[in-house]
């Protein structure tokens, strides 16, 4: 049994950057694809960024590209995403995601394990 922690939300305004982190406790952290969700008040949740078991394919939403960075430290069982130039539509709960399954998927169906989400508010 995989569990994830996220960390690093918090109240930030308008144009300011913050980092989220999520570390994986137990075995098979380097094989699992890992993903970042996030969800709305009122509305469901979305995918973010997805980075695969090796670090080489890297998708990310079409409302973040170009502003949030996944990336992945496996000898930390860590996945991470740097948010930069963030709006007030990015304030969500953030879900980290771990698929047994390596390769990435934007399903968050596919994800079998999830973490508790960590609140980001961007004021304006």
């Known amino acids: 049994q995989v569990q994830l922690v996220e960390s690093g939300g918090g109240l930030v305004q308008a144009g300011d950057s913050l980092s989220l982190s999520c570390t994986a406790s137990?075995?098979?952290?380097?094989?699992?694809?890992m993903g970042w969700f996030r969800q709305a008040p009122g509305k469901e949740r979305e995918f973010v960024a997805t980075?695969?078991?090796?670090?080489?394919?890297?998708r990310y939403a079409e409302s973040v590209q170009g502003r949030f960075t996944i990336s992945r430290d496996d000898a930390k069982n860590t996945v991470y995403l740097q948010m930069n130039s963030l709006k007030p539509e990015d304030t969500a709960v953030y879900y980290c995601a771990a698929r047994r399954l390596g390769v990435i998927t934007y399903d968050a169906i596919g994800y079998d394990y999830w973490g508790q989400g960590t609140q980001v508010i961007v004021s304006s």
């Open positions: 980075i695969s078991w090796s670090g080489n394919t890297i």
């Open positions: 137990g075995r098979g952290f380097s094989g699992y694809a």
